[in-house]
């Protein structure tokens, strides 16, 4: 029919959904998380899990380099490549989820998997990072970040990722994306697997892929298969079933806000489940999956009243900071390095930063009480 889409929301949302079903499986399955690695460089100096990250960043890096020279995927229909740089908001917002998420005892992505693991404390963070994050978009958190840190921003002739800066500079995109995706992705690569422990790590390597992989084909699925270049009823080009209205790949702080939107407001007919909620649900029952299966499942409460406390103040530092700096360990530190965005790298390295000075002050205090 004329006033139908060509593809309808209720097929990215399945496609999404299985999409996060196998992130939520190999994450548990391998224990990934990128404060684990984080911790283990900080405590232990141990970079096996650093490395795994990095090998998640290298494919991810790889496909979307492929997707955009195939014509199949445009960073700059992307959140993370606009014109203008907010860079105090990705400092600022970057290094907030890096204290949260050590505050929280884990990312977005982690507090998923382990509700699908049993663990009860996450589920308060999943509500609590929710709030924290609509908050930021639409409530009073958002005065403060519209006020203070978005108006502090650079305006840039082309898009900010790498490959369109060199353009702007007379390289020739395509040449430009090409030798940058070599570089990039394929020097991650050979950090990940420089390391024999690494390599001999079979399970967290295959996790690693699947996880880069499915990001990859978070792109696909929302920038091609999604894609109408003229939507039947708007005349106009249009990605079925994102909330942001463009292309969207995994990310996991402002899609648990919009999941918690559906549940309050379950009866709007407006409301319908997107790729991003549909891949919160996935991750979810991935992990459950996974734990029931490998009979791993169990149930885990806070301990204390102080525990209750830091998990929750993590978790609304997560909503706050990942909104602001418009994505977390997964939606920057991995689908947004995947577009070379200048914002990914310095959210990136905020994350990095915030979670290891608070790592640090951690041990500091634990020494002092001991």
């Given at each position: 029919?004329?006033?139908?889409?060509?593809?309808?929301?209720?097929?990215?949302?399945?496609?999404?959904?299985?999409l996060?079903?196998?992130?939520?499986?190999?994450?548990?399955?391998?224990?990934?998380?990128?404060?684990?690695?984080?911790?283990?460089?900080?405590?232990?100096?141990?970079?096996?899990?650093?490395?795994?990250?990095?090998?998640?960043?290298?494919?991810?890096?790889?496909?979307?380099?492929?997707?955009?020279?195939?014509?199949?995927?445009?960073?700059?229909?992307?959140?993370?490549?606009?014109?203008?740089?907010?860079?105090?908001?990705?400092?600022?917002?970057?290094?907030?989820?890096?204290?949260?998420?050590?505050?929280?005892s884990?990312?977005?992505?982690?507090?998923?998997?382990?509700?699908?693991?049993?663990?009860?404390?996450?589920?308060?963070?999943?509500?609590?990072?929710?709030?924290?994050?609509?908050?930021?978009?639409?409530?009073?958190?958002?005065?403060?970040?519209?006020?203070?840190?978005d108006?502090?921003?650079?305006?840039?002739?082309?898009?900010?990722?790498?490959?369109?800066?060199?353009?702007?500079?007379?390289?020739?995109?395509?040449?430009?994306?090409?030798?940058?995706?070599?570089?990039?992705?394929?020097?991650?690569?050979?950090?990940?697997?420089?390391?024999?422990?690494?390599?001999?790590?079979?399970?967290?390597?295959?996790?690693?892929?699947?996880?880069?992989?499915?990001?990859?084909?978070?792109?696909?699925l929302?920038?091609?298969?999604?894609?109408?270049?003229?939507?039947?009823?708007?005349?106009?080009?249009?990605?079925?079933?994102?909330?942001?209205?463009g292309?969207?790949?995994?990310t996991?702080?402002?899609?648990?806000?919009?999941?918690?939107?559906?549940?309050?407001?379950?009866?709007?007919?407006?409301?319908?489940?997107t790729?991003?909620?549909?891949?919160?649900?996935?991750?979810?029952?991935?992990?459950?999956?996974?734990?029931?299966?490998?009979?791993?499942?169990?149930?885990?409460?806070?301990?204390?009243?102080?525990?209750?406390?830091?998990?929750?103040?993590?978790?609304?530092?997560?909503?706050?900071?990942?909104?602001t700096?418009?994505?977390?360990?997964?939606?920057?530190?991995?689908?947004?390095?995947?577009?070379?965005?200048?914002?990914?790298?310095?959210?990136?390295?905020?994350?990095?930063?915030?979670?290891?000075?608070?790592?640090?002050?951690?041990?500091?205090?634990?020494?002092?009480?001991?």
């Amino acid at each position: 029919m004329l006033d139908e889409p060509i593809v309808a929301a209720s097929t990215i949302a399945w496609i999404a959904f299985a999409l996060g079903l196998v992130f939520g499986y190999a994450g548990n399955r391998s224990n990934f998380c990128t404060m684990g690695a984080v911790s283990d460089v900080v405590n232990m100096g141990d970079w096996t899990r650093m490395r795994m990250w990095a090998l998640a960043v290298a494919v991810a890096v790889l496909g979307s380099g492929a997707l955009q020279l195939a014509g199949l995927f445009d960073s700059a229909d992307s959140i993370y490549t606009g014109r203008r740089l907010t860079w105090l908001s990705h400092l600022i917002g970057g290094a907030l989820f890096g204290i949260g998420m050590t505050l929280a005892s884990g990312c977005g992505s982690k507090t998923l998997i382990r509700i699908g693991g049993g663990n009860l404390k996450s589920l308060i963070v999943f509500v609590f990072l929710g709030l924290s994050a609509y908050m930021t978009m639409r409530g009073l958190f958002g005065v403060w970040r519209t006020q203070l840190l978005d108006p502090m921003a650079v305006q840039l002739t082309t898009h900010q990722d790498l490959p369109s800066i060199l353009a702007g500079l007379g390289i020739e995109r395509e040449t430009a994306l090409t030798a940058l995706t070599l570089l990039v992705g394929g020097g991650l690569l050979a950090f990940a697997l420089a390391s024999r422990e690494a390599r001999q790590s079979g399970g967290m390597l295959a996790g690693a892929i699947a996880i880069g992989a499915v990001c990859v084909a978070g792109w696909y699925l929302t920038a091609h298969i999604g894609y109408v270049e003229e939507h039947p009823r708007t005349l106009e080009r249009a990605f079925i079933g994102t909330n942001s209205g463009g292309a969207e790949s995994f990310t996991f702080v402002a899609p648990v806000a919009y999941t918690l939107e559906l549940f309050l407001l379950w009866t709007d007919s407006s409301r319908i489940v997107t790729f991003g909620i549909a891949g919160v649900f996935g991750v979810i029952a991935g992990s459950a999956l996974y734990a029931t299966t490998s009979r791993s499942f169990r149930l885990e409460a806070f301990q204390s009243a102080d525990d209750l406390v830091r998990h929750i103040v993590g978790a609304v530092l997560m909503g706050f900071g990942g909104v602001t700096a418009l994505g977390c360990t997964v939606g920057q530190g991995i689908t947004g390095l995947s577009t070379l965005a200048i914002g990914s790298l310095l959210t990136t390295a905020a994350i990095i930063a915030g979670a290891a000075a608070t790592m640090k002050v951690q041990y500091w205090l634990m020494m002092r009480e001991a």
